[in-house]
Nanobody, 115 residues
Framework: QVQLVESGGGLVLAGGSLRLSCAVSGTPFRIAVMGWYRQAPGKQRELVANVIRYGNTNYADSVTGRFTISRNSAWNLVYLQMNSLKPEDTAVYYC?????????WGQGTQVTVSS
C-alpha cells in the first residue's frame, strides 16, 4: 500500500505559477497511473492530469498548455507545474495513485488564485 503527501499549494495572483509535489511512500512498483485531481467548492472532484506507467500523459482541456505533470523514474515523486494560473483554477488539489487496482489519495493541498 502506498501513502501520498502533497505540498506546494498556496495563494498566487492570476497569471502566476505554482508547482505541486506529491511524495509517494510504500511500494510504488504496483502503481499503474498517477494523477492530480481538484475539487472546487460546490463542485465535483475532477481529473486535472495523469501519467500512465509506460504510457503517455493526459490533461483536462481546461489546463492543456498551462499545466505539466511529471514524475521521477522511481515513481516516488510526482509534480504538477501550473503556469498562467486563473481564478477558476482555485481548488483543493489531490494526488491520486491507482495502486494494484485501488485508488489512493493524499490529503489535498489548497491552491487559491486571486484576480
Amino acid at each position: 500500500q502506498v501513502q501520498l503527501v502533497e505540498s506546494g499549494g498556496g495563494l498566487v495572483l492570476a497569471g502566476g505559477s505554482l508547482r505541486l509535489s506529491c511524495a509517494v511512500s510504500g511500494t510504488p512498483f504496483r502503481i499503474a497511473v498517477m494523477g492530480w485531481y481538484r475539487q472546487a467548492p460546490g463542485k465535483q472532484r475532477e481529473l486535472v492530469a495523469n501519467v500512465i506507467r509506460y504510457g503517455n500523459t493526459n490533461y483536462a482541456d481546461s489546463v492543456t498548455g498551462r499545466f505539466t505533470i511529471s514524475r521521477n523514474s522511481a515513481w516516488n515523486l510526482v509534480y504538477l507545474q501550473m503556469n498562467s494560473l486563473k481564478p477558476e483554477d482555485t481548488a483543493v488539489y489531490y494526488c491520486n495513485a491507482q495502486d494494484a487496482g485501488r485508488d489512493r489519495w493524499g490529503q489535498g493541498t489548497q491552491v487559491t488564485v486571486s484576480s
